[in-house]
């Protein structure tokens, strides 16, 4: 159970492209969603909390304008890289918390999106 | 601030035991998870704990004492697809998860 589907898995596009990358909770319904950015050799980054029905939670220095979230259901949350440029280039990974309940429920991962910007 | 430790990487024999240790010092504790990462690959949970003591599951244990802001993972008899980063992580009082940078496990034959 508990499994998290994010898609696409791989995206290589120009600079200057918008690039939306969907995240799923497939078996259960998560009111959070978390998406983290990952560099090489580099340990997670949280970029954005995602709570369904209500705007987006940013980290500082994280700009909003540029990294879109939309969390429109229970299972869905979107994240949308406007005007992509190289340095944008990285590992995207969102996560999922089940509803019921809050102390236990661990985080769980999708399989990361490699967005790569020519 | 929020801080977590732990070794940035580590080298096991595999068959062998290895303890991967996570200090921390957070705004409130909420619990402790332990996620496994293969290069090029998303997190995947390992274990969770919130009150002191060992859990154990399987070939990995994880081991909690709050009063001491510690934790570590046990794995034993290591295998060869055990090579990976394994990250410690801590819910804050908000319910915030605070990730620590991941350490390393090598495993030679």
């Known amino acids: 159970g508990a499994v998290v589907s994010q898609h696409p898995s791989r995206v290589i596009c120009k600079s200057g492209t918008s690039v939306k990358i969907e995240c799923r909770s497939l078996?259960?319904?998560?009111?959070?969603m978390f998406w983290y950015r990952q560099f090489p050799k580099q340990s997670l980054m949280l970029m954005a909390t995602s709570n369904e029905g209500s705007k987006a939670t940013y980290e500082q220095g994280v700009e909003k304008d540029k990294f879109l979230i939309n969390h429109a259901s229970l299972t869905l949350s979107t994240l949308t890289v406007t005007s992509a440029h190289p340095e944008d280039s990285s590992f995207y990974i969102c996560s999922a918390v089940a509803v019921r309940g809050t102390g236990n429920q661990p985080q769980h991962f999708g399989d990361g999106t490699r967005l790569s910007i020519l | 601030g929020q801080n977590i430790d732990q070794p940035t990487e580590m080298t096991a024999t595999e068959g062998a035991i290895v303890q991967i240790n996570c200090t921390y010092q957070t705004s409130g504790f909420n619990g402790l998870f332990w996620y496994q990462q293969h290069a090029g690959e998303a997190p995947t949970f390992l274990s969770y704990n919130v009150l002191d003591g060992l859990e154990e599951k399987g070939r990995f244990s994880s081991f909690l004492s709050r009063s001491k802001g510690y934790s570590y993972l046990l794995l034993k008899e290591l295998q060869m697809k055990d090579s990976a980063s394994y990250l410690c992580a801590v819910r804050d009082s908000n319910y915030q998860l605070i990730w620590g940078a991941g350490t390393k496990l090598i495993i030679k034959p």
């Open positions: 078996d259960f319904q998560a009111t959070t």
